[in-house]
Every structure is written in structure tokens, then in C-alpha cells.
């Protein structure tokens, strides 16, 4: 079975922590997305990769393929990072724009 | 470039009822899928149209059904509806390949 294992489900940090949010999936795929979910439920897509490391900001996703494991690590962070993150993944070309998603994790940044 | 949209955002039916959501996608967007998002399940993969055809179909009842128009609208409808058809759900466009966006979606809750 397809599975995308996320970890932690919740994290709670204080305002300027390092932030690591880890995703392990179970076979080979073709892309994985990072989403960033606000409560009201507007999904908003963080970064699409392959391979290696992308940055946008205080965000920087990596993307281990033979390991199967990516991670989303936010710098600096700030109450307004508070969101679920959501880590999918498209299995394969076949798969078309399928998305597989893992459960989530919940993350709280106090002041 | 206006984001993804979609209509209505927010919908009250009964058991038993029928009900269509639409999407419009990104300009220049051929592919658009459709994801429920429920509490106990996550986000699931309902189905995605690529130039008008169903291109993938996730594990849902023959309840769920959906199309695409030649401005690459896209429509899924429920028929029968039951209570555990409450859920957000959500369409996201894409062009081939590439990360996807998703619209504020649609809250629909079923009495």
C-alpha cells in the first residue's frame, strides 16, 4: 500500500525556534508538494520537489530519494507560521496530478 | 492571474439530496482534481479531468461523479447524499506537471 507518513502531528514552539517537520513515504515517486493549510481551510502549496533542496524565505523543504524522506524547516519562526503543514506526494507520471497526503502536522508558535 | 474558484463556499443539504460544486481553474490550467477533506480521513483524492476526461479516480461510491467543460471548468456532483458526505471539499488546476493550486473550497455539511 501507498502510505506518506508524517511526523510530529503536533508541534508547539516559541517565536524564533528552529523548525523541522519530517515526511517519509513508502515507494518511489515522482514529486512531493509541501502544503500549508489556515484554519478556514485554504490550502496553499509551499513547494513541489523532486530532488534536492528548495528555499522560499524562512522555508527550505529537502528531499532525500533513495532514503524515501523529505523534510519542511521553517527559520525564524513566528506565531503567524501557526498552520497544519501537509506533506503529498505524487506516486507516479501515471498518476497524473493524484495527490497522496499524509495526516498533517499541527503547528503552534506562542509569542 | 485570479487564484482557483469555487462555488458556493459553503452548503446545507439533507440526507438524501443531490448537490453540484463547481471550479473554475487557473487560466491556462487544464487539470483539475477534486479532494474531500473530512476529520477522520484527511484529505482523500476524489477524482481529476484533464482536457475534459476523467484522468484518475480514487476509491469513492459511484455516488461521486464529476466533469469537465471545454474552458476546463470543472463540476462534481453527489447524489444520495449522507451524513458522512460532510466534509470540505476542495479542487485544486495545474498545468501538466507542475505544483498545484488549490481553490478556498467548498464546506458542504449534510443533516
Known amino acids: 500500500k501507498n502510505e506518506v507518513e508524517q511526523s510530529p502531528q503536533n508541534l508547539t514552539a516559541q517565536e524564533g525556534e528552529f523548525i523541522t517537520i519530517n515526511c517519509s513515504y513508502s515507494?518511489?515517486?515522482?514529486?512531493l508538494h509541501w502544503l500549508q493549510q489556515h484554519p478556514g481551510g485554504g490550502i496553499v502549496s509551499l513547494f513541489m520537489l523532486s530532488s534536492g533542496k528548495k528555499k522560499h524565505g524562512r522555508l527550505i523543504a529537502t528531499i532525500n530519494i533513495q532514503e524515501k524522506h523529505s523534510s519542511l524547516h521553517i527559520t525564524a519562526s513566528h506565531p503567524r507560521d501557526s498552520a497544519v503543514y501537509i506533506c503529498?506526494?505524487?506516486?507516479?507520471?501515471?498518476?497524473?496530478?493524484?495527490?497522496?497526503f499524509g495526516e498533517g502536522t499541527q503547528l503552534t508558535v506562542n509569542p | 492571474k485570479a487564484g482557483v474558484t469555487q462555488t458556493p463556499r459553503y452548503l446545507i443539504k439533507t440526507r438524501g439530496q443531490q448537490v453540484t460544486l463547481s471550479c473554475s481553474p487557473i487560466s491556462g490550467h487544464r487539470s483539475v482534481s477534486w479532494y474531500q477533506q473530512t476529520p477522520g480521513q484527511g484529505l482523500q483524492f476524489l477524482f481529476e479531468y484533464f482536457s475534459e476526461t476523467q484522468r484518475n479516480k480514487g476509491n469513492f461510491p459511484g455516488r461521486f461523479s464529476g466533469r469537465q467543460f471545454s474552458n476546463s471548468r470543472s463540476e462534481m456532483n453527489v447524489s444520495t447524499l449522507e451524513l458522512g458526505d460532510s466534509a470540505l471539499y476542495l479542487c485544486?488546476?495545474?498545468?501538466?506537471?507542475?505544483?498545484?493550486?488549490f481553490g478556498p473550497g467548498t464546506r458542504l455539511t449534510v443533516t
Open positions: 485544486a488546476s495545474s498545468r501538466e506537471g507542475y505544483e498545484q493550486y
Open positions: 515507494v518511489g515517486i515522482s514529486a
Open positions: 503529498a506526494v505524487r506516486w507516479g507520471e501515471t498518476s497524473g496530478s493524484r495527490l497522496t
